[in-house]
């Protein structure tokens, strides 16, 4: 059985007077201890995912319909109640700013303390105990201290370790982790990453990735979907996706990274912006800027198809690679 | 080697911010007493370098290290404690205001977040006027529009779109828009701080192009501030890698990447995630920058530096050529201890 399996999830927000899809028909399964990327460039509805598995949506926002299974309960149904007993201790989630993550009024210790007593009968010192073996894990130099350490007195790596620490505390078996390091440098970025890297594979924890940086996926992720507009519109295993992209949008985001390109030589940009959610063309939402669209494109939206080794909803991608052939042969 | 007189010269340059600024804030109780003492950022040290007409020099670091500050120094925002600034043969650090003015026509700066660096209360039409009219005070109302619209087409943002607000533009629209400010005035010099930071891959791409075909078009020569090392092996002609302040290395594009010495461009160099490696071999720095309030005496890369000795910790190295013109401050470079 898998570690969580999405259904059909949809995920609307509630307007003034209509309501805007942010997420649609969206369906994945994650196995134990599999890390999955999720990419998207910002609007694509990577964020608002994260924040349906963890059930932190709120309003406007709410579940239309849909199934999350985490280990065989849907989240999607439990109470507030029920879904504060998952939290923090099945499932937790890491986001961008450590600095807005972490309460600014409260030592390290109280944090971590705190949400170990809340779902353990523990007493105050093992709590500690238990802390400051997590901040070892974490590499935190001298851990005994930090936890007298306020947030502020610590740089910007060291949080999101400590992020991590909190996030490890209870053993998840699943860590949704969104944008965890583009607030950092790209040597801290190094760090964080084969540390985070590490734990899923030594703890067998799941892994959900949210980011918009096609190499952090490539490098810490086994699967990947693609998202556009609140849909996924290209799901596999990272390498191929990565070597062998099927959806133009896909290729068009990957061709427009500047080391696909010669130095100096023009970037191959993909024209025209992400349609606002209040505004999503009919048919596929990536026709307005896609180089290969026809007339039903513009009309149906595409079906999910396996295509060779990806899943992908796009109507040409077909035609897309015979003519792909066709240049090599020639 | 005749090198073209170079276009920016910047000669020792360095930037202090005191921490400390009143009386009362000065005074530290240290071991009992009262002591006076005031407290200093170095946000640039001691930095040399030269920008040639035509040239796309990139300044890459991580936060802290001080890329902003020289960018707002050279932009005469703030004003250096130390060192000069020569822009065509003209000193210009210490000019007033007044006589900036007829500098800013030349040389334009782009900010790295569009949502904030245009009005929100100003027409697109007028944001981009404003700058027009100021620095040619005899162009006709007629002839004004006509170069708005020019360079709003030059960017691509529709002309018709004129009478929006920034509101109602996308983030890559609005730093396209951003960029026809600093276009509107026909300038020679643009300095870009982290430009495309805040955009979206895709929309990085269509910025990136619009800034080579501006650079090829109008012959425009960049001072391009950014961390992302990707964006610098395709935009950049040289580039100046900086540590808390100091310039650690600095060299042609090609080469940098090709054979980066420093022992810091090297860590930074495999620490970019790369789209089709499987399993990166970066190298790994200990522990992170460290605070630009108390420098250390010797090499400021000192205390993350895996081949630092004793002579690291206390003197700081001087940037020397090498052999394929790269400029490197190390000493574990100048004494060969890095190779092999």
């Not at chain 1, 086994?222 to 609140?230: D, I, S, W």
Request: aromatic content about 4%; hydrophobic content about 40%; charged content about 20%.
């Amino acid at each position: 059985m898998s570690l969580l399996s999405v259904r059909d999830l949809c995920v609307k927000f509630a307007m003034r007077d209509n309501t805007v899809t942010a997420l649609n028909q969206i369906s994945f399964d994650l196995a134990k201890g599999e890390r999955l990327g999720i990419v998207g460039e910002s609007g694509a509805g990577k964020s608002i995912t994260g924040f349906a598995l963890m059930n932190l949506l709120s309003r406007p926002g709410f579940v239309d319909s849909g199934n999350i299974l985490f280990q065989g309960d849907d989240i999607a149904q439990m109470s507030d109640a029920q879904m504060r007993r998952i939290r923090g201790n099945r499932m937790a989630m890491i986001f961008q700013d450590p600095m807005v993550t972490l309460n600014p009024v409260l030592t390290i210790g109280q944090q971590m303390v705190e949400t170990l007593m809340a779902h353990r009968k523990l007493s105050k010192s093992e709590a500690e105990q238990i802390a400051i073996v997590k901040l070892r894990e974490v590499y935190i130099p001298s851990p005994a201290e930090r936890l007298k350490q306020y947030p502020h007195e610590l740089s910007g790596g060291m949080r999101q370790r400590i992020i991590i620490a909190i996030a490890l505390l209870l053993d998840p078996q699943l860590i949704i982790a969104d944008e965890p390091t583009t607030a950092l440098d790209v040597t801290i970025q190094a760090d964080i990453m084969e540390l985070l890297l590490e734990l899923c594979e030594t703890n067998k924890v799941g892994l959900i990735l949210i980011t918009h940086d096609l190499g952090v996926v490539s490098q810490m992720t086994e699967r990947t979907l693609v998202m556009y507009a609140g849909r996924i519109i290209e799901a596999g295993r990272t390498r191929e996706i990565i070597n062998d992209p099927q959806h133009p949008y896909t290729q068009g985001l990957i061709n427009a990274l500047p080391q696909q390109t010669a130095p100096g030589q023009r970037l191959k940009q993909i024209p025209g912006n992400m349609p606002s959610l209040t505004a999503i063309p009919s048919g596929c939402p990536f026709a307005p800027r896609c180089e290969y669209v026809q007339d039903h494109c513009r009309t149906d939206a595409p079906e999910t198809v396996k295509y060779t080794h990806v899943e992908v909803a796009c109507h040409e991608v077909n035609r897309l690679h015979s003519d792909k052939a066709e240049e090599m042969t020639r | 080697m005749t090198a073209p007189q170079p276009l920016l010269d910047i000669r020792n340059l360095e930037k202090r911010f005191e921490l400390d600024r009143g009386f009362l804030e000065t005074l530290k109780l240290r071991g009992g007493k009262l002591v006076q003492e005031k407290r200093e950022v170095h946000a640039v040290n001691d930095i040399s370098l030269q920008v040639a007409p035509g040239e796309a020099l990139c300044v890459v670091g991580e936060s802290g290290c001080g890329k902003s500050t020289v960018a707002r120094l050279i932009a005469g925002l703030l004003t250096p404690s130390a060192g000069e600034i020569h822009y065509g043969g003209d000193r210009i650090d210490n000019r007033s205001r007044r006589a900036m003015m007829p500098l800013r026509k030349k040389m334009q700066m782009i900010f790295q977040n569009p949502y904030a660096s245009l009005n929100p209360r100003m027409t697109i039409q007028q944001a981009l006027e404003e700058p027009v009219r100021y620095h040619n005070p005899t162009l006709s109302q007629g002839e004004v529009r006509d170069k708005v619209a020019d360079v709003m087409r030059a960017v691509g943002v529709d002309p018709s779109w004129a009478g929006r607000y920034p509101h109602e533009f996308s983030g890559g629209q609005r730093q396209r828009i951003a960029i026809a400010r600093a276009l509107t005035v026909d300038p020679e010099f643009i300095i870009a701080d982290e430009p495309i930071s805040a955009l979206d891959v895709s929309i990085q791409a269509q910025v990136l192009n619009l800034m080579l075909e501006a650079k090829e078009e109008r012959g425009l020569t960049y001072l391009f501030i950014t961390h992302d090392l990707s964006v610098v092996q395709h935009f950049g002609t040289k580039v100046a890698v900086l540590y808390l302040g100091s310039v650690c290395e600095l060299s042609d594009t090609a080469t940098l990447f090709e054979n980066p010495k420093h022992p810091y461009t090297q860590a930074l160099l495999s620490a970019v995630p790369q789209l089709k490696d499987d399993h990166p071999n970066h190298i790994r720095l200990r522990g992170e920058i460290p605070t630009p309030i108390n420098l250390p005496p010797g090499c400021p890369f000192e205390s993350r530096c895996a081949h630092a000795n004793s002579r690291c910790q206390s003197e700081q190295p001087r940037p020397l050529l090498q052999p394929d013109g790269a400029l490197v401050a190390c000493h574990a470079v100048e004494e060969g201890r890095l190779d092999g």
